[in-house]
């Protein structure tokens, strides 16, 4: 069974930084794509970014209110896949939550189609 575990995140002020990691065990070999996703009381959960395990450059992608700002990341052991979060916004405050899944599609925003998760961590960016 893989297994998710998340590090990171905390309280920062607007315009700071922030780094979230999450760690697979249990088998992953068959994991094709991580992705880290947020979610809020007042808001649906949505994909920020999106990291293809099996490829060797590791393509990535970004919803658009994060890009410029965000990066994804994975170590060369595909096991860790690492979230750097630049010039954070109020808005940006949420529980997030990394996630797998097998297939590499290009469709994936949607956290149904993911089957293992992280335990979430919580960023809160304010003043």
């Known amino acids: 069974q893989v297994q998710l575990a998340q590090s990171g995140g905390g309280s920062v002020q607007p315009g700071g930084s922030l780094r979230l990691s999450c760690v697979a065990s249990g088998g992953t070999d068959g994991i094709g794509r991580i992705t880290w996703f947020r979610q809020t009381p007042e808001k649906e959960r949505e994909g920020s970014a999106t990291?293809?395990?099996?490829?060797?450059?590791?393509?990535?992608d970004y919803a658009d209110s994060v890009k410029g700002r965000f990066t994804i990341s994975r170590d060369n052991d595909r096991n860790t896949v690492n979230l750097q979060m630049n010039s954070l916004k109020p808005e940006d405050s949420a529980m997030y939550y990394c996630a797998a899944r097998f297939p590499i599609d290009a469709r994936w925003d949607t956290a149904e189609t993911y089957n293992f998760w992280g335990q979430g961590t919580q960023v809160t960016v304010s003043s």
């Open positions: 990291i293809i395990i099996k490829s060797r450059s590791g393509v990535a």
